[in-house]
Structures are given as structure tokens and as C-alpha cells.
């Protein structure tokens, strides 16, 4: 993943993965609170 996105700096990928990480959660709380 790294070798495909050269460009982007290590703190970036993390960033993006804890948004998204977030994201999830976010949604699974809205789906467990639907029920």
C-alpha cells in the first residue's frame, strides 16, 4: 500500500484509516441503534 501511494506520508494513511475506522463505528452504532 505504501509502494502504491508513495506520495502520501505515513501519518496520512494513518489519518485516513482512524477517519475511516471512525466512520465505521459511527455507522454501526446507527445501524445497532436502528434495531
Known sequence: MLNA????SRE????????A???LRDEN?????AD
Not at 5 to 8: D, E, K, S, T
Not at 29 to 33: E, F, H, K, N, V
Request: no cysteine; aromatic share 10%; glycine share 4%.
Open 21 to 23: 475506522t471512525n466512520a
Open 12 to 19: 496520512a494513511i494513518r489519518a485516513a484509516l482512524a477517519y
Open 5 to 8: 501511494y508513495p506520495h502520501l
Open 29 to 33: 452504532l446507527i445501524l445497532t441503534g
